[in-house]
């Protein structure tokens, strides 16, 4: 049965740091794996998408590795700002048939970024 | 930019009575999906939904839990005799395809809470 951990559970830096969150997952036969952001009370924002053949995704001061051998995934933040605080899920996304299955969340990371 | 709709943002309803959770997926988007995160815990996958039927479904899942989309726009979950431990944020989502380069979108969430 897939797993999904995050390391930290939570997170405080001073603006302006670069800061580093962590996924592993047990199984690697996955199909994709995504970070998002959930804000309090909020929905879940996807930030990034890594299919199972990548290594990497960028986007903007975000960027997302994936080595599926080993079973982890990290997100890089560039140039923390306040407004990135929130929860960080990563989810993995399995396979059912052929088809995009459900996704298997972490707990998350909280981040808390200080000006 | 299309987004992942959900009524109502908060329902509150006695223990036994059943309830309904409404979303309105993006338009184009062929799989559904409904996820429920208990306060403190991990977001869980409920169901998936494809051309009129279920394609995967969870434990949690059981006999008092059923999906329907009724027309063209709408994907609702019903819970028949709701408990207390049914209490939780229900999040919506949908995907374009099957394939393992697309994102499945969320919606902002139904916080259900059963007295």
């Known amino acids: 049965k897939q797993e999904v951990t995050q390391i930290p559970a939570a997170l405080s830096v001073p603006e302006g740091e670069n800061l580093v969150l962590n996924c592993s997952f047990t199984?690697?036969?996955?199909?994709?794996l995504q970070w998002f952001r959930q804000d309090p009370g909020k929905g879940l924002t996807s930030l990034l998408l890594i299919q199972s053949s990548q290594r990497e995704q960028t986007s903007g001061r975000l960027n997302a590795s994936l080595d599926k051998s080993s079973g982890r995934s990290t997100l890089y933040i560039a140039a923390s700002q306040p407004g990135d605080s929130a929860t960080y899920l990563c989810?993995?996304?399995?396979?059912?048939?052929?088809?995009?299955?459900?996704?298997?969340f972490g707990k998350g990371t909280k981040l808390s970024v200080k000006p | 930019e299309p987004e992942v709709t959900q009524t109502p943002s908060h329902q509150v309803t006695q223990m036994g009575q059943e309830v309904i959770l409404r979303c309105v997926p993006i338009s184009n988007h062929l799989y559904f999906y409904w996820y429920r995160q208990i306060l403190g815990q991990k977001v869980e996958f409920l169901v998936s939904f494809y051309n009129n039927e279920i394609s995967e479904k969870s434990e949690i899942f059981d006999d008092q839990f059923s999906v329907e989309r009724p027309d063209g726009s709408n994907f609702t979950l019903k819970i028949r005799s709701t408990k207390l431990e049914d209490s939780a944020m229900y999040f919506c989502?949908?995907?374009?395809?099957?394939?393992?380069?697309?994102?499945?979108?969320f919606g902002d969430g139904t916080r259900l809470s059963i007295l």
């Open positions: 199984d690697s036969a996955i199909y994709n």
């Open positions: 989502a949908s995907g374009l395809d099957s394939y393992s380069n697309q994102p499945q979108h």
């Open positions: 989810a993995v996304g399995g396979y059912y048939g052929g088809s995009q299955g459900n996704l298997i």
